[in-house]
């Protein structure tokens, strides 16, 4: 059983850095594959990117690859997304996502939303042009 909680939210200006947090209660979690995924409004939630248990391997969305990075610390049971270059077109509610899935299980099964069992309540981000 995970809790997970966002943090980091904020607004910002395009071309600026920010890092979104998400802290995970319960000692299971360095089990879990963990995943970030983004909420604009009045469209579907998208899947931003994943990592796995380890932090070994990573997965992005196509326009984030290489402006965002995913990580994790164990040892501080926390999910990290550190996003640079913002852009307008990334103001999202931002939520993290875990599940006991092996990153590599297969069909790329982490950019589905219905995969993840635990879900964070989301966090802000607001970028202006």
């Known amino acids: 059983q995970v809790q997970l909680v966002e943090s980091g939210g904020g607004s910002v200006q395009a071309g600026a850095s920010l890092r979104v947090s998400c802290a995970a209660s319960?000692?299971?979690?360095?089990?879990?594959?963990a995943g970030w995924f983004r909420q604009a409004p009045g469209k579907e939630r998208a899947f931003v990117a994943a990592i796995s248990a380890s932090g070994s391997s990573t997965y992005y969305e196509d326009s984030v690859k290489g402006r965002f990075t995913i990580s994790r610390d164990n040892a501080k049971n926390t999910e990290y997304l550190q996003m640079n270059s913002l852009k307008p077109e990334d103001t999202a509610t931002y939520y993290c996502a875990a599940d006991l899935k092996r990153l590599d299980y297969g069909s790329r099964w982490f950019e589905r939303l219905h995969e993840y069992d635990y879900w964070g309540q989301g966090t802000q981000v607001t970028v202006s042009s």
């Open positions: 319960g000692r299971t979690f360095s089990s879990h594959a």
